[in-house]
């Protein structure tokens, strides 16, 4: 698929606003806002921001990463990687440098073992003229099968945790020397063998030492663990919410999620299921403040990251696949990210 009708794909989307069927009490709707809606069978899959506020997003539906600038909403392809067909968990490893897992499904989260690789996109020693990152295969992981998740240790540079969903396991991987290990394995990561899909960790995020996780359809939806400096287990699991209280469509509990500044909320992107769901950190309780069952306003959110700038730091930047996982409860449209001001939630 090309990207070239982007540019009419956004003089089009206020039409396509207009035409869509209106909806009773979406929740949270005003505080709503489309950043951009990338064209029909885009899968937009993870988020991360860099320091001048651009949205960096991974593709599913090709192994691209995308920059947008949350303002205008204009979006430019900075990085195709080769001999892989997916991209997901993006994370800052170092200023303006990201890392990216990269692979191969050969179905709807289905990863090809084998096939998988950690990638850096380096800002600082990229193209001046283009503005478009280095990119830079950091190791390939051969005994991975679906790496998902990914987040940056803060007590040591250069390191990332990447997760795998089939394994259940945790991978520390060192951009600099490119050396990996198994680093957290824990039951809580494994996936519900009797699940229609193979997926358990999916979400990763570190706040504080501690990793936050979510389990896509075994309980714990959301855990975390704390770590130790290397990113190895520090401490048993504490579950945070042991299953979804809200409506289920097919069997998927939770996708990624962001943490605001304090970690007092996770906002978790429920994907099939079609909504934001706000879970607080210290109880556990859960709120939909975004989207409905068969609302499209993020319908298929996969995940989810807060602006890092004076005028966005309330800002939750929420990515979709535009309903792509389950297009029977509320259709599909291209993927999208879209702009959800918490502070009218
Ligand atoms: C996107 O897909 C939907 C559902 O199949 C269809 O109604 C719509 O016309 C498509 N939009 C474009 C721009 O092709
Ligand atoms: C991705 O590659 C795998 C083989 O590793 C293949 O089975 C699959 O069809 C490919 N997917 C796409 C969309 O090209
Ligand atoms: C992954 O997919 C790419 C592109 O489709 C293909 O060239 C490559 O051989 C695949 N790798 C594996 C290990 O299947
Ligand atoms: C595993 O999946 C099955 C089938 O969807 C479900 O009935 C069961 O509750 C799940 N187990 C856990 C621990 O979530």
């Given at each position: 698929m090309h990207?070239?009708?982007?540019?009419?794909?956004?003089?089009?989307?206020?039409?396509?606003?207009?035409?869509?069927?209106?909806?009773?009490?979406?929740?949270?709707?005003?505080?709503?806002?489309?950043?951009?809606?990338?064209?029909?069978?885009?899968?937009?899959?993870?988020?991360?921001?860099?320091?001048?506020?651009?949205?960096?997003?991974?593709?599913?539906?090709?192994?691209?990463?995308?920059?947008?600038?949350?303002l205008s909403g204009s979006a430019k392809l900075v990085y195709s990687f080769?001999?892989?067909?997916?991209?997901?968990?993006?994370?800052?490893?170092?200023?303006?440098?990201?890392?990216?897992?990269?692979?191969?499904f050969s179905g709807t989260g289905v990863?090809?073992?084998?096939?998988?690789?950690?990638?850096?996109?380096?800002?600082?020693?990229?193209?001046?003229s283009s503005k478009k990152p280095a990119g830079k295969e950091i190791t390939a992981i051969p005994p991975a099968v679906f790496l998902n998740g990914l987040a940056a240790l803060t007590t040591k540079p250069g390191v990332v945790l990447t997760g795998d969903s089939f394994l259940g396991q945790v991978f520390?991987?060192?951009?600099?020397?490119?050396?990996?290990?198994?680093?957290?394995?824990?039951?809580?990561?494994?996936?519900?063998?009797?699940?229609?899909?193979?997926?358990?960790?999916?979400?990763?995020?570190?706040h504080d030492g501690s990793l936050y996780f979510t389990n896509s359809l075994q309980s714990p939806l959301l855990a975390k663990i704390p770590l130790s400096v290397n990113g190895n287990a520090a401490g048993p699991v504490k579950t945070i919410a042991k299953s979804a209280q809200y409506p289920i469509d097919i069997g998927f509990q939770a996708d990624d999620?962001?943490?605001?500044?304090?970690?007092?909320?996770?906002?978790v992107a429920t994907n099939p299921s079609n909504f934001i769901v706000r879970i607080t950190t210290a109880t556990g309780k859960q709120q939909i403040v975004a989207g409905g069952k068969s609302?499209?306003?993020?319908?298929?959110a996969t995940s989810a990251a807060f602006g890092r700038n004076w005028y966005d730091k309330q800002i939750l930047y929420i990515v979709t696949d535009g309903g792509l996982a389950d297009p029977s409860s509320a259709g599909v449209t291209g993927g999208k990210i879209i702009a959800l001001d918490t502070t009218k939630v």
């Open positions: 990207f070239a009708s982007l540019s009419v794909v956004f003089a089009s989307f206020g039409a396509l606003v207009s035409s869509l069927p209106t909806e009773p009490a979406s929740h949270a709707s005003k505080a709503l806002r489309d950043v951009v809606v990338f064209p029909n069978n885009t899968w937009v899959e993870n988020i991360a921001v860099r320091s001048n506020g651009n949205l960096l997003v991974t593709l599913i539906n090709l192994p691209e990463v995308w920059e947008v600038e949350p080769p001999n892989a067909n997916v991209s997901l968990g993006i994370a800052e490893v170092g200023h303006d440098v990201f890392a990216v897992n990269v692979g191969n990863g090809v073992p084998g096939s998988w690789s950690i990638w850096t996109l380096d800002y600082n020693t990229g193209n001046p520390a991987v060192d951009v600099f020397s490119g050396r990996y290990s198994v680093a957290v394995d824990v039951p809580e990561f494994k996936r519900n063998t009797t699940a229609a899909l193979q997926l358990g960790i999916n979400g990763m995020k570190i999620f962001a943490l605001d500044a304090t970690a007092e909320h996770a906002w609302d499209q306003t993020v319908a298929g």
